[in-house]
């Protein structure tokens, strides 16, 4: 079963090189992937939502786990990769214990987001996709959290937090690394 997916733009340049295929997947995310294919492989485009399926289990898409996914689709593993790497959602590793994410949408950016984003990047050292140097967290966008007239916003480990600006992103930052409840 192909995706429709593998037609919405090109593999991206610069995407990571496909794993190994001597990588064997851990157990239990076999078992994920195992099951993530039994309830999508027989849909249209099973693809994308086989990947968020397996992402919502585990955090992330083991590369190791490609193959696995290919050969339930009867697609090529380049072809599950391309697809993996084309979209920031999907991720290859496991995620950072914490996840900040700026709202890059319109009307955020109309109230200071871009300001606001700059400031993340800054104060994390790190760019949008990446993670932190101390690895406790992945920096990403989102287009829309939802608080569009308390705007610019963010959200840390899911938690919605509006009208921000860089001293009250900092204090927030701070009280995470402090150990306080974000
Ligand atoms: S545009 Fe940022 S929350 Fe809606």
């Given at each position: 079963m192909r995706s429709d997916a593998m037609h919405l733009a090109p593999r991206p340049a610069g995407a990571a090189p496909l794993p190994a295929l001597s990588t064997q997947p851990a157990p239990a995310h076999a078992a994920a992937t195992a099951a993530a294919i039994s309830r999508h492989?027989?849909?249209?485009?099973a693809l994308l939502p086989l990947l968020h399926d397996i992402q919502a289990q585990l955090g992330f898409i083991p590369p190791a786990c490609v193959n696995q996914i290919a050969q339930a689709l009867n697609l090529s593993r380049a072809e599950v990769h391309g697809v993996i790497t084309y979209?920031?959602?999907?991720?290859s590793c496991t995620p950072a214990p914490h996840r900040l994410e700026v709202c890059r949408a319109e009307a955020c950016q109309a109230m200071g987001g871009d300001a606001l984003a700059e400031h993340a990047q800054a104060r994390l050292g790190c760019g949008f996709h990446e993670r932190d140097a101390d690895g406790a967290i992945d920096l990403e966008p989102v287009y829309c959290l939802g608080l569009c007239a308390q705007s610019p916003a963010v959200a840390l480990d899911g938690r919605p937090h509006a009208r921000m600006n860089a001293q009250r992103l900092d204090r927030l930052l701070d009280s995470l690394k402090n150990g306080e409840a974000a």
């Amino acid at each position: 079963m192909r995706s429709d997916a593998m037609h919405l733009a090109p593999r991206p340049a610069g995407a990571a090189p496909l794993p190994a295929l001597s990588t064997q997947p851990a157990p239990a995310h076999a078992a994920a992937t195992a099951a993530a294919i039994s309830r999508h492989a027989q849909r249209d485009g099973a693809l994308l939502p086989l990947l968020h399926d397996i992402q919502a289990q585990l955090g992330f898409i083991p590369p190791a786990c490609v193959n696995q996914i290919a050969q339930a689709l009867n697609l090529s593993r380049a072809e599950v990769h391309g697809v993996i790497t084309y979209y920031p959602h999907f991720h290859s590793c496991t995620p950072a214990p914490h996840r900040l994410e700026v709202c890059r949408a319109e009307a955020c950016q109309a109230m200071g987001g871009d300001a606001l984003a700059e400031h993340a990047q800054a104060r994390l050292g790190c760019g949008f996709h990446e993670r932190d140097a101390d690895g406790a967290i992945d920096l990403e966008p989102v287009y829309c959290l939802g608080l569009c007239a308390q705007s610019p916003a963010v959200a840390l480990d899911g938690r919605p937090h509006a009208r921000m600006n860089a001293q009250r992103l900092d204090r927030l930052l701070d009280s995470l690394k402090n150990g306080e409840a974000a």
